[in-house]
């Protein structure tokens, strides 16, 4: 999915850059570049800044309207409110004007020219592929926890599709909707929520976006695809800022072993939000030279929250529901009172991971152990 | 700090599930709920048979998976080592149940008990001790360690087959057991599955008896002898 | 008991409500384990156990197993027996009448008045399980009985806990070093026994002690591998029914290769003693002239001549060698008579055929190389110990194979130290101390009649005369924590209940035996009732406590025969105006030796150590203190076993005729099943019924916390077996007989011997899936070596139901 999106981003530019019509410009009759937020990011000579070089551009009035409008890339759009059409002109004409001197461009827009569409669709593929990886081996991990490999041959008795039935039902449920909380407490579930359905609100935000506006371009507060987002992004933070206040008061959030590692992903997970939100306020016109650096920052969040995410507390979101799906399935099992092992021990349920030990406890204490190893129950 | 570690001697275990009861008598668990087990495990075929007793129970593990899989932070390590599920914050999700490789969470959705309802020993007594549809498993007898008594399973062991103490000690029951084991049988403590990383605090010792068998060779005790 | 609610570490502790208190009791079950408790009780609640481990010799500490500690799962059980009930309906029908106990009271006590003048009293019939485990309130029944002049069957010989081959061997039916004494074993032979489950606080002698400290070879023999071959060396599984065979081939061994000890066998055996060819009988000082007819002779090695043994001692000192072999010829009332040594007799027994390695090695499956190797480590790898299980006694000639293996001890002489004994743990018959004082007020004893003839419904004709059955039969029953419904004999016994006017049972859970009463009566669990417990597996005298007020309204067994003896008989009132501590002190003052001077004041502060030898090596007094065999079985007077052990020494050879008849005069090996008729033997499978760890005896069948663990009746089977007749693991499986049948589970295991099937005893029969627990057991027979002499729990019938044939098939 990332990797089609990506495409289609990298497509969408090439197509943009082909087509450069020559055209006439009118001369400049003011200094309208300096006023503009576009010094931020193009610098004072326009040789660059984060942004690329744009004197003696070669724009048509057409696609600088529109590229100025609608923003690209990296760069937000900007609004007739904040630099009417007639000073846009006299914008297009001054850098056209402007003079190309190579020694201008700085190491920053080095940087920043390497933070195209593509190369930063290519970078959350490589940490999503990265996170993938682990995740499936963290996954990996946990279903040989929970004996899946033993539990084949009860499966297949109890049935294959029922199975699947159970398992899926549990990921719903258990994870999807958190049943578990919803039940024990409303409130709690309540700022979970906030958190979990607001990070799949931006998650599907960013889909969404990729597939109804891949140039980013800039569209109104009130427009669903922004909205979403911004919501999502508000229930997130109002979450994680209930999480902070939780790591004050809760006097026992620390377990003894992983306090490091679940603070991590709160921390990650604030300042992604954060950056987040600050980079859209920016683009809503504030002080127009931060922009990339906390854009950039947005991406690191982003980046660091994703790839560590098999590791943190992150995993979690997960894990959980694969675990709580596992212990659904093993209790399915178990009702359907089919199976001897479970019927017979004293607590239904482990007789799969009772075989694992045993087997391993022979092979510690007798080297040459025999093959037929058998738990048996009562006498 | 300190390492508290139960130690179970495979040799003087005799399989008798004293600790199974002893674990519910202390505990006071619902039907179905054994933080104590012992595998009855027997091996090969007839008459090249062995059996082999295992007591299991909660590992409390340093790296414990339960404690890792648990999303609501309801499992915690004590800085003794001991794992505990905080039976307040537990919200019965069953992640760690899965999570354990070992099999020893307990997660009974609705418990169910052993006495009629209008007998005061577990209305008054066992019942309001828990709390319902979270999970529960082995907590070393905490409750009795703060005491500075032995867990409930270590006072019952009629062969005094499980030693508890504290690993870092030298001079603790258990580490001076199994400095005494190493130099005079020369055993040496291993643990359950290491190949799942969970580095358990609960630590055995292997059998010593051969379980050597002997009858004639395979077939003849077929024939119907009167 | 853990805390309300609390989150160790996170939340202070809270403890219980109410005030706790914490009282020392022990418990006295038929496992006769006495093992000591602390009991902690709130509100008259018990919210805690644990053991006690307060023995002063640490080495016995802690004892307590599962069983004990699931206790409170029947005290507060749903089976209680909570108020005294009255049949209304048919027999087991089920419908009670819930009475007061005036009522019962008043009811059972008019139909005793009306029985005992018109059948007299010794028509009514005590049954208590087992006098050995309440020396006050069983007691106190004997006494009723006695006093009353009624009838009173023992529990030890009907449950088949006698060991006829130690009678006849050692004069008392069983031999028991205390468990302490395993530890000290280079050698164990666990001969049919299981002690892992059977006797668990005592297990840690074996695995602890003995296979630690000393690396114990530990050898199983056993057709099942069974929980304690998981501690052994070496698992043996044997033909059921063969062991004779083993062990006189290892005797053989132990010849073969000159492992006797000859100073022991001189000593402590009958083996100098010499018998005469032409009647069989042995030689007595009275054909030489030399002395009375209770007096022997041996051919004395130092004076090459005739001297009569010494009877009050075994001490032969520097004047007497018994020689163990020769022929000789002596002048007995004019004719010539040529003796023979016992020695000789059975060296020639032993030389026969029939104990080759390579015959006993066909007949039991056990490889000729591993039984001599087994016996010569017995014989040299000291000290050696056996243990035999009732795998072995529970057979028509399990007398003989218990004569074998004691005949294999002697010859090695492993016995008298500390690791060196052969033991049968069949049970605590074995009294610490003499409680006539209190049982037979005035030397006054009931008319002992073995259950077995109220089961067959009428004497053999070979009863011992000495025996008075009733001339007009059995009319009332009364069993007393018994359970003879859930026994091999359930059938037979409800035939003979069905001719009894009254039934009463005197129980705390309502047993399939309360089931079919007349009466039922509650009594209290041993957690609410005061008693003296004593037990052959540790040397402590200790006291049971009343640690909660009878539950219910249950009595104690002392109360209820106060309030009957009110009601038939008044005048023998004083006799039962006493309390349980004074009943103690009663029996304290007369108990013997072994308790002056313990008092019931020790005695509430915990164990007391009886005066015995540290550790009992098992008739300590005769191989510490050289007195005569044998040893003297409590509560009967000194001398009473004289007359089946005439020579005070340890009789491989049985002089009396019914042995010559049978051809059991020596230790021999008979096949097992050769008694039954053709078509029982044509049964293809052999059954054992062994203890199980979730019960003691039908005890705790129906606890609900033990039935959690152990949930369904089933029956072991070997694979093979199974697969013959289509059976697979937990199928639904009856195993049926000429005799009976009864539904159980399967549990196909490669742990048992093909050809064997093995199914724990105890179940009650509500939770097989149908038919009668063990109903294929069911047949009684009486070994006429058996009635030969009578002292009740001494020498006495035992059982032999391990002499079944079955098969087994699937059920739907």
Same mark, same amino acid.
């Given at each position: 999915m990332k990797l089609a999106l990506a495409v289609l981003s990298v497509a969408a530019l090439a197509g943009t850059l082909l087509a450069q019509p020559k055209v006439a410009t009118p001369a400049p009759s003011k200094d309208v570049f300096s006023t503009t937020a576009c010094v931020g990011c193009h610098g004072v000579s326009a040789m660059g800044g984060l942004g690329p070089p744009i004197a003696k551009t070669k724009l048509t009035d057409e696609q600088f309207m529109t590229i100025l409008r609608k923003g690209r890339g990296m760069m937000p759009g900007t609004k007739p409110d904040m630099l009417s059409d007639q000073d846009a002109a006299i914008l297009h004409a001054q850098l056209r004007e402007m003079p190309w001197d190579p020694t201008q461009i700085p190491l920053a827009f080095k940087v920043g020219s390497l933070l195209t569409t593509r190369n930063v669709a290519l970078f959350f593929l490589f940490v999503s592929l990265f996170a993938l990886v682990f995740a499936v081996r963290v996954l990996a991990y946990w279903a040989g926890n929970a004996g899946l490999r033993r539990l084949g041959p009860k499966i297949a008795r109890f049935g294959r599709g029922r199975a699947a039935w159970v398992f899926v039902r549990s990921l719903v449920v258990d994870g999807l909707l958190v049943a578990s909380v919803w039940r024990k407490d409303r409130v709690r579930w309540l700022w979970h929520g906030l958190i979990l359905y607001g990070f799949l609100g931006l998650m599907l935000a960013d889909v969404l976006m990729q597939i109804f506006n891949p140039t980013r371009a800039d569209v109104a507060l009130t427009h669903p695809l922004k909205l979403l987002p911004l919501l999502s992004g508000a229930a997130v933070f109002t979450g994680v800022l209930y999480v902070y206040v939780r790591y004050r008061t809760d006097r026992f959030i620390d377990n003894g072993v992983t306090l490091g590692r679940d603070f991590l992903f709160v921390n990650l997970l604030f300042h992604t939000v954060l950056s987040g939100f600050l980079t859209m306020w920016l683009n809503q016109g504030g002080a127009a030279g931060w922009i990339m650096p906390i854009y950039i920052y947005h991406l690191t969040s982003v980046g660091l929250l994703i790839a560590t995410s098999p590791f943190t507390r992150f995993n979690h979101a997960f894990v959980a529901p694969f675990l709580a799906a596992c212990t659904a399935l093993t209790e399915a099992i178990v009702q359907d009172e089919k199976d001897l092992g479970f019927l017979r021990e004293p607590s239904p349920g482990r007789d799969h991971k009772s075989q694992r030990i045993a087997e391993g406890l022979l092979r510690t204490i007798d080297r040459d152990s025999p093959d037929a190893i058998r738990i048996r129950y009562y006498p | 700090m300190a390492k508290l570690a139960m130690l179970v001697d495979l040799t003087r275990c005799i399989g008798c599930d004293a600790c199974t009861l002893a674990c519910k008598q202390e505990?006071?668990? &619902?039907?179905?709920?054994?933080?104590a087990r012992v595998l009855n495990i027997e091996a090969g075929t007839f008459p090249n048979v062995k059996r082999v007793y295992l007591p299991v129970l909660c590992n409390h593990c340093e790296d414990a998976p339960c404690l890792k899989g648990c999303p609501n932070k309801a499992i915690f390590r004590r800085p003794d080592g001991i794992v505990l599920i905080d039976q307040d914050r537990c919200r019965g999700t069953g992640a760690c149940v899965a999570a354990c490789p070992y099999g020893n969470v307990y997660l009974v959705r609705s418990d169910r008990w052993y006495l009629n309802e209008d007998e005061a020993y577990e209305r008054d007594y066992v019942k309001p001790r828990l709390n319902q549809n979270v999970a529960r498993k082995c907590t070393y007898c905490a409750h009795r360690v703060d005491q500075s008594l032995d867990p409930a399973c270590v006072v019952a062991c009629p062969t005094t087959a499980r030693i508890f103490g504290?690993?870092?000690? &030298?001079?603790?029951p258990v580490s001076k057991y199994v400095a005494e084991q190493r130099s005079e049988t020369g055993r040496e403590p291993f643990h359950l599955l290491p190949e799942a990383k969970t580095v358990p605090t609960t630590c055995y010792l292997g059998p010593m008896a051969e379980q050597a068998s002997s009858s004639v060779p395979d077939g003849s005790f077929a024939e119907v002898k009167r | 008991m853990a805390t309300r609610h609390a989150v160790p570490g996170r939340h202070p502790t809270e403890s219980p409500p109410g005030v706790a208190r914490v009282v020392r009791t022990t418990d006295s079950p038929n496992c006769t384990g006495a093992c000591g408790w602390l009991a902690t009780v709130v509100n008259d609640t018990i919210v805690d156990l644990k053991p006690a481990a307060d023995y002063p010799c640490d080495e016995y500490n802690p004892r307590g197993c599962l069983r004990g500690m699931s206790m409170t799962h029947l005290i507060y059980? &749903?089976?209680?027996?909570?108020t005294p009930l009255i049949r209304t309906g048919a027999r087991g029908a089920g419908q009670w009448k819930v009475a007061m106990w005036d009522e019962a009271l008043d009811h059972i006590a008019g139909r005793m008045i009306r029985i005992r003048d018109e059948f007299g009293p010794e028509s009514m019939l005590l049954f208590n399980q087992v006098v050995g485990t309440g020396y006050v309130q069983k007691g106190a029944q004997v006494r009723m009985a006695a006093l009353l002049g009624m009838s009173f069957a023992t529990a030890y010989d009907f449950n088949g806990d006698i060991s006829m081959g130690f009678t006849h061997t050692?004069?008392?039916?069983c031999v028991e070093c205390e468990t302490k004494s395993w530890g000290h074993a280079k050698t164990a032979i666990l001969w049919s026994s299981n002690v892992f489950q059977t006797r668990i606080p005592d297990a840690q002698f074996l695995t602890r002690v003995a296979k630690q400290r000393n690396n114990c070879k530990i050898v199983v023999i056993d057709p099942r591998c069974s929980q304690t071959a998981k501690g052994a060396d070496l698992w043996l599984p044997i033909q059921p029914g063969t062991d004779a065979a083993l062990a006189l081939a290892m005797c053989r061994v132990v010849l073969d290769d000159g492992l006797l000890d000859e100073e022991f066998l001189r000593k402590y055996t009958d083996f100098g003693t010499c018998v005469r060819e032409d009647n069989g009988r042995r030689l007595r000082a009275s054909d030489l002239g030399m002395g009375g007819d209770d007096r022997f002779v041996v051919w004395n090695e130092v004076t090459d001549g005739w001297t009569v043994l010494p009877m009050d001692t075994l001490d032969l000192g520097d004047g007497i060698r018994p020689a163990l072999r020769g022929h000789r010829t002596v002048e007995v009332e004019g004719r010539s008579v040529t003796v023979r040594t016992v020695f000789d007799l059975i060296e020639d027994e032993l030389r026969s055929d029939a104990y080759t390695l390579e015959a006993a090695s066909r007949v039991t499956d056990i490889p000729a190389d591993t039984i001599r190797q087994l016996a010569r480590d017995y014989a040299v790898n000291r000290p050696s110990s056996i243990v035999i299980g009732m795998g072995l006694n529970h057979r028509l000639h399990g007398d003989l194979t218990i004569r074998a293996v004691l005949l294999l001890s002697a010859l090695v002489g492993a016995h008298g130290k500390p690791g060196e004994s052969v033991s049968i743990y069949s049970g605590q018959h074995h009294f610490r101390l003499d409680v006539s004082a209190w049982w037979f007020p005035g030397g006054k004893r009931p008319n002992a009649v073995p259950m077995h003839y109220f089961t067959m419904g009428k004497p053999t004709a070979t009863m011992n005369p000495k025996i008075k059955f009733p001339k007009s039969g059995f009319k009332a029953l009364f069993v007393s924590h018994g359970n003879p419904l859930v026994t091999e004999f359930s059938d037979p016994i409800k035939k003979a209940i069905d001719d009894l006017e009254l039934f009463v049972v005197v129980d705390f859970s309502m047993t399939p035996t309360c089931e079919y009463a007349d009466v039922v009566l509650p009594a209290p669990t041993f957690w609410e009732k005061v008693e003296l417990v004593g037990t052959s597996c540790h040397p402590y005298l200790q006291m049971q406590q009343e640690v909660l007020t009878p539950r219910y309204d249950s009595r104690t067994e002392l109360w209820m025969v106060r309030e009957l003896v009110r009601r038939v008989d008044p005048s023998l009132l004083p006799h039962f105006e006493f309390d349980e501590l004074d009943a103690i002190r009663m029996m304290l003052e007369d108990g013997g030796k072994e308790v002056a001077g313990i008092t019931v004041e020790q005695l509430q502060k915990g164990p007391v150590r009886l005066k015995v030898h540290d550790p009992e090596v098992g008739c300590d007094e005769q191989f510490l203190e050289d007195r005569l065999f044998p040893p003297r079985a409590y509560p009967f007077p000194e001398g009473a076993q004289r007359e089946f052990l005439k020579t005070g020494r340890m009789e491989f050879f049985k002089e009396e005729e019914v042995f010559q008849k049978l051809g059991e005069a020596l230790p021999t090996f008979k096949p097992a099943f050769e008694h039954l008729p053709e078509e029982d033997r044509a049964f293809p499978l052999s059954i054992v019924t062994p203890h199980s760890k979730w019960r003691v005896h039908s005890t705790h069948c129906n606890n609900p916390l033990l039935m959690n663990v152990n949930r369904k009746p089933v029956v072991e089977i070997n694979p093979r077996d199974a697969a013959d007749r289509g059976i697979a693991d937990g199928d639904p499986v009856e195993i049926f007989n000429r005799n009976g049948a009864y539904q159980v589970w399967a549990l196909v295991t490669e742990t048992i011997k093909p050809g064997v099937l093995c199914v724990d005893h105890g179940w009650w029969d509500r939770f097989l899936g149908a038919g009668k627990y063990h109903s294929v057991h069911t047949h009684q027979k009486v070994k006429p070596t058996h009635e030969n002499y009578y002292l009740p729990a001494v020498y006495a019938p035992g059982q032999h139901w391990k002499d079944t044939r079955v098969d087994v098939r699937r059920v739907k």
């Amino acid at each position: 999915m990332k990797l089609a999106l990506a495409v289609l981003s990298v497509a969408a530019l090439a197509g943009t850059l082909l087509a450069q019509p020559k055209v006439a410009t009118p001369a400049p009759s003011k200094d309208v570049f300096s006023t503009t937020a576009c010094v931020g990011c193009h610098g004072v000579s326009a040789m660059g800044g984060l942004g690329p070089p744009i004197a003696k551009t070669k724009l048509t009035d057409e696609q600088f309207m529109t590229i100025l409008r609608k923003g690209r890339g990296m760069m937000p759009g900007t609004k007739p409110d904040m630099l009417s059409d007639q000073d846009a002109a006299i914008l297009h004409a001054q850098l056209r004007e402007m003079p190309w001197d190579p020694t201008q461009i700085p190491l920053a827009f080095k940087v920043g020219s390497l933070l195209t569409t593509r190369n930063v669709a290519l970078f959350f593929l490589f940490v999503s592929l990265f996170a993938l990886v682990f995740a499936v081996r963290v996954l990996a991990y946990w279903a040989g926890n929970a004996g899946l490999r033993r539990l084949g041959p009860k499966i297949a008795r109890f049935g294959r599709g029922r199975a699947a039935w159970v398992f899926v039902r549990s990921l719903v449920v258990d994870g999807l909707l958190v049943a578990s909380v919803w039940r024990k407490d409303r409130v709690r579930w309540l700022w979970h929520g906030l958190i979990l359905y607001g990070f799949l609100g931006l998650m599907l935000a960013d889909v969404l976006m990729q597939i109804f506006n891949p140039t980013r371009a800039d569209v109104a507060l009130t427009h669903p695809l922004k909205l979403l987002p911004l919501l999502s992004g508000a229930a997130v933070f109002t979450g994680v800022l209930y999480v902070y206040v939780r790591y004050r008061t809760d006097r026992f959030i620390d377990n003894g072993v992983t306090l490091g590692r679940d603070f991590l992903f709160v921390n990650l997970l604030f300042h992604t939000v954060l950056s987040g939100f600050l980079t859209m306020w920016l683009n809503q016109g504030g002080a127009a030279g931060w922009i990339m650096p906390i854009y950039i920052y947005h991406l690191t969040s982003v980046g660091l929250l994703i790839a560590t995410s098999p590791f943190t507390r992150f995993n979690h979101a997960f894990v959980a529901p694969f675990l709580a799906a596992c212990t659904a399935l093993t209790e399915a099992i178990v009702q359907d009172e089919k199976d001897l092992g479970f019927l017979r021990e004293p607590s239904p349920g482990r007789d799969h991971k009772s075989q694992r030990i045993a087997e391993g406890l022979l092979r510690t204490i007798d080297r040459d152990s025999p093959d037929a190893i058998r738990i048996r129950y009562y006498p | 700090m300190a390492k508290l570690a139960m130690l179970v001697d495979l040799t003087r275990c005799i399989g008798c599930d004293a600790c199974t009861l002893a674990c519910k008598q202390e505990n006071g668990t &619902p039907m179905d709920v054994f933080f104590a087990r012992v595998l009855n495990i027997e091996a090969g075929t007839f008459p090249n048979v062995k059996r082999v007793y295992l007591p299991v129970l909660c590992n409390h593990c340093e790296d414990a998976p339960c404690l890792k899989g648990c999303p609501n932070k309801a499992i915690f390590r004590r800085p003794d080592g001991i794992v505990l599920i905080d039976q307040d914050r537990c919200r019965g999700t069953g992640a760690c149940v899965a999570a354990c490789p070992y099999g020893n969470v307990y997660l009974v959705r609705s418990d169910r008990w052993y006495l009629n309802e209008d007998e005061a020993y577990e209305r008054d007594y066992v019942k309001p001790r828990l709390n319902q549809n979270v999970a529960r498993k082995c907590t070393y007898c905490a409750h009795r360690v703060d005491q500075s008594l032995d867990p409930a399973c270590v006072v019952a062991c009629p062969t005094t087959a499980r030693i508890f103490g504290d690993l870092e000690d &030298p001079e603790s029951p258990v580490s001076k057991y199994v400095a005494e084991q190493r130099s005079e049988t020369g055993r040496e403590p291993f643990h359950l599955l290491p190949e799942a990383k969970t580095v358990p605090t609960t630590c055995y010792l292997g059998p010593m008896a051969e379980q050597a068998s002997s009858s004639v060779p395979d077939g003849s005790f077929a024939e119907v002898k009167r | 008991m853990a805390t309300r609610h609390a989150v160790p570490g996170r939340h202070p502790t809270e403890s219980p409500p109410g005030v706790a208190r914490v009282v020392r009791t022990t418990d006295s079950p038929n496992c006769t384990g006495a093992c000591g408790w602390l009991a902690t009780v709130v509100n008259d609640t018990i919210v805690d156990l644990k053991p006690a481990a307060d023995y002063p010799c640490d080495e016995y500490n802690p004892r307590g197993c599962l069983r004990g500690m699931s206790m409170t799962h029947l005290i507060y059980g &749903p089976d209680r027996v909570k108020t005294p009930l009255i049949r209304t309906g048919a027999r087991g029908a089920g419908q009670w009448k819930v009475a007061m106990w005036d009522e019962a009271l008043d009811h059972i006590a008019g139909r005793m008045i009306r029985i005992r003048d018109e059948f007299g009293p010794e028509s009514m019939l005590l049954f208590n399980q087992v006098v050995g485990t309440g020396y006050v309130q069983k007691g106190a029944q004997v006494r009723m009985a006695a006093l009353l002049g009624m009838s009173f069957a023992t529990a030890y010989d009907f449950n088949g806990d006698i060991s006829m081959g130690f009678t006849h061997t050692m004069g008392i039916d069983c031999v028991e070093c205390e468990t302490k004494s395993w530890g000290h074993a280079k050698t164990a032979i666990l001969w049919s026994s299981n002690v892992f489950q059977t006797r668990i606080p005592d297990a840690q002698f074996l695995t602890r002690v003995a296979k630690q400290r000393n690396n114990c070879k530990i050898v199983v023999i056993d057709p099942r591998c069974s929980q304690t071959a998981k501690g052994a060396d070496l698992w043996l599984p044997i033909q059921p029914g063969t062991d004779a065979a083993l062990a006189l081939a290892m005797c053989r061994v132990v010849l073969d290769d000159g492992l006797l000890d000859e100073e022991f066998l001189r000593k402590y055996t009958d083996f100098g003693t010499c018998v005469r060819e032409d009647n069989g009988r042995r030689l007595r000082a009275s054909d030489l002239g030399m002395g009375g007819d209770d007096r022997f002779v041996v051919w004395n090695e130092v004076t090459d001549g005739w001297t009569v043994l010494p009877m009050d001692t075994l001490d032969l000192g520097d004047g007497i060698r018994p020689a163990l072999r020769g022929h000789r010829t002596v002048e007995v009332e004019g004719r010539s008579v040529t003796v023979r040594t016992v020695f000789d007799l059975i060296e020639d027994e032993l030389r026969s055929d029939a104990y080759t390695l390579e015959a006993a090695s066909r007949v039991t499956d056990i490889p000729a190389d591993t039984i001599r190797q087994l016996a010569r480590d017995y014989a040299v790898n000291r000290p050696s110990s056996i243990v035999i299980g009732m795998g072995l006694n529970h057979r028509l000639h399990g007398d003989l194979t218990i004569r074998a293996v004691l005949l294999l001890s002697a010859l090695v002489g492993a016995h008298g130290k500390p690791g060196e004994s052969v033991s049968i743990y069949s049970g605590q018959h074995h009294f610490r101390l003499d409680v006539s004082a209190w049982w037979f007020p005035g030397g006054k004893r009931p008319n002992a009649v073995p259950m077995h003839y109220f089961t067959m419904g009428k004497p053999t004709a070979t009863m011992n005369p000495k025996i008075k059955f009733p001339k007009s039969g059995f009319k009332a029953l009364f069993v007393s924590h018994g359970n003879p419904l859930v026994t091999e004999f359930s059938d037979p016994i409800k035939k003979a209940i069905d001719d009894l006017e009254l039934f009463v049972v005197v129980d705390f859970s309502m047993t399939p035996t309360c089931e079919y009463a007349d009466v039922v009566l509650p009594a209290p669990t041993f957690w609410e009732k005061v008693e003296l417990v004593g037990t052959s597996c540790h040397p402590y005298l200790q006291m049971q406590q009343e640690v909660l007020t009878p539950r219910y309204d249950s009595r104690t067994e002392l109360w209820m025969v106060r309030e009957l003896v009110r009601r038939v008989d008044p005048s023998l009132l004083p006799h039962f105006e006493f309390d349980e501590l004074d009943a103690i002190r009663m029996m304290l003052e007369d108990g013997g030796k072994e308790v002056a001077g313990i008092t019931v004041e020790q005695l509430q502060k915990g164990p007391v150590r009886l005066k015995v030898h540290d550790p009992e090596v098992g008739c300590d007094e005769q191989f510490l203190e050289d007195r005569l065999f044998p040893p003297r079985a409590y509560p009967f007077p000194e001398g009473a076993q004289r007359e089946f052990l005439k020579t005070g020494r340890m009789e491989f050879f049985k002089e009396e005729e019914v042995f010559q008849k049978l051809g059991e005069a020596l230790p021999t090996f008979k096949p097992a099943f050769e008694h039954l008729p053709e078509e029982d033997r044509a049964f293809p499978l052999s059954i054992v019924t062994p203890h199980s760890k979730w019960r003691v005896h039908s005890t705790h069948c129906n606890n609900p916390l033990l039935m959690n663990v152990n949930r369904k009746p089933v029956v072991e089977i070997n694979p093979r077996d199974a697969a013959d007749r289509g059976i697979a693991d937990g199928d639904p499986v009856e195993i049926f007989n000429r005799n009976g049948a009864y539904q159980v589970w399967a549990l196909v295991t490669e742990t048992i011997k093909p050809g064997v099937l093995c199914v724990d005893h105890g179940w009650w029969d509500r939770f097989l899936g149908a038919g009668k627990y063990h109903s294929v057991h069911t047949h009684q027979k009486v070994k006429p070596t058996h009635e030969n002499y009578y002292l009740p729990a001494v020498y006495a019938p035992g059982q032999h139901w391990k002499d079944t044939r079955v098969d087994v098939r699937r059920v739907k």
